[in-house]
């Protein structure tokens, strides 16, 4: 081969891809528009989502024991169901609520956020299940409580309350308000029993304390903020980048293949002193370039971006975002091993078709060629992962890449992978190169 032929091939494919605005658009506007949405947009807009719905108050119907009418002045003697005022969030009982919180020993601040809970929650107490549903149905109610009218006969037997809560998984705010619920008849009610039922059995208040938590687990998480961030990351990016490589010059590909083809200025060019095998070569290192020029700047644009989510969200001190310079050189190595294996395999495609919309069908199944293996290394860790995983082609490399942003670097999967992927990417290469020497696929119509 004449490499000085290569490289002129190499430069006419160059100076015309630069030249498509698609290409360029693809190549520079896309990455510096997606990377921040991905990383800091779509976040944000997720948490601001979640922060305005959990402002919302949730409208719960109740159906059986009427545990929403005014509560009774106590001075008069008549028994009344702890759930009663759990379930009575009016202004009027504020009072009566506090001091019924208070007696299941919460901590001060626990009892604040408690009050400001009930505050965003509006029970209606309704006749029959069947009522309930229809209000539900209708979206005039987030969930719906049935109570057992005889609680208070129940109560007195200690038998088994059964309370069934009704929401729809699939509406963000009937799960709020499950959750709310939830919280209540669950966790709130079942220690104010438990009270009761310690206090008349006579035990004092410190064994009353012991008996319903006799000891608490608190967990601490041993990950730093960086690594929180990094596995993070390791979820995100090997999908993300990956994506890029195969999109990122997928026109530019079949431009230079099948679109040429199209426009009839291949026979040209294949009457010209370099041999099919330099312009092969010349071809895919031109589309190499445009690849890894989108993966510098999608790479560029990811730093910024976890430089400013950081910011945003590393205030809550639970994740930090941060790549240093080696491992971003690391990581852009990693890539272009990847980048040579896609884009011999595209090129290889793009070649076998004989139209730039033939191309285009066969070339954008290889999506799922990058996509279904990052989407299986989600969640995993370092130890998870196998020695045979190192072999597999695309996901050797995005298994490399997880490990590094997980802060593993092993040498010796480096090693498979840059060797195993070298082999498939030259197999491709060489594949691209017969299907181009063959003119019954060349020129077949």
Do not use: W
């Amino acid at each position: 081969m004449n490499f000085r032929i290569i490289k002129t091939v190499f430069k006419k494919e160059v100076i015309e891809t630069f030249r498509d605005k698609r290409t360029m658009i693809i190549m520079l506007v896309l990455p510096v528009i997606l990377m921040p949405s991905m990383i800091i947009g779509i976040p944000a807009l997720t948490l601001q989502r979640e922060v305005e719905i959990s402002e919302l108050p949730s409208k719960i119907a109740v159906v059986g024991y009427n545990a929403t009418s005014d509560i009774p002045d106590i001075a008069t003697g008549l028994r009344i169901s702890s759930l009663h005022y759990f379930l009575n969030s009016s202004d009027e009982n504020l009072e009566n609520l506090t001091a019924q919180i208070r007696e299941l020993n919460e901590s001060e601040e626990d009892i604040e956020d408690i009050i400001d809970f009930f505050e965003n929650l509006h029970f209606y107490h309704v006749d029959t299940l069947d009522d309930a549903m229809e209000l539900f149905d209708d979206g005039q109610v987030h969930a719906i409580v049935e109570i057992p009218f005889d609680l208070l006969d129940l109560e007195d037997r200690n038998e088994i309350v059964n309370i069934t809560v009704y929401f729809d998984n699939t509406k963000t705010r009937s799960r709020f308000a499950y959750t709310r619920v939830n919280l209540i008849v669950s966790d709130l009610y079942t220690r104010s029993r438990q009270q009761e039922v310690l206090q008349e059995r006579g035990l004092s208040q410190s064994e009353i304390e012991y008996v319903i938590m006799p000891s608490f687990t608190y967990p601490e998480d041993t990950s730093t903020p960086e690594e929180r961030g990094g596995f993070i990351l390791a979820m995100l990016l090997p999908m993300i980048l990956g994506i890029y490589i195969v999109t990122g010059s997928m026109y530019h590909t079949i431009d230079t293949t099948a679109g040429e083809k199209e426009r009839h200025t291949l026979e040209a060019l294949l009457v010209t002193p370099p041999s099919k095998t330099e312009l092969v070569m010349g071809k895919f290192l031109s589309i190499l370039l445009v690849t890894m020029l989108i993966i510098i700047v999608a790479m560029l644009s990811l730093v910024i971006s976890l430089h400013y989510s950081s910011e945003i969200f590393g205030g809550i001190g639970a994740v930090s975002f941060s790549m240093s310079l080696p491992v971003i050189i690391f990581l852009i190595v990693i890539f272009f091993v990847l980048a040579v294996l896609v884009n011999a395999v595209e090129m290889a495609i793009c070649f076998f078709a004989k139209s730039f919309k033939e191309a285009e069908n066969y070339i954008t199944p290889i999506i799922f060629m990058v996509l279904i293996p990052a989407i299986f290394l989600q969640g995993l860790s370092p130890e998870d992962m196998t020695l045979s995983m190192f072999f597999v082609p695309i996901l050797n490399v995005l298994t490399v890449f997880q490990e590094v942003l997980l802060g593993v670097v092993d040498p010796l999967h480096i090693g498979i992978v840059i060797g195993t992927s070298t082999l498939y990417a030259i197999l491709a290469s060489i594949i691209a190169i017969r299907i181009f020497n063959r003119e019954e696929v060349l020129f077949r119509t």
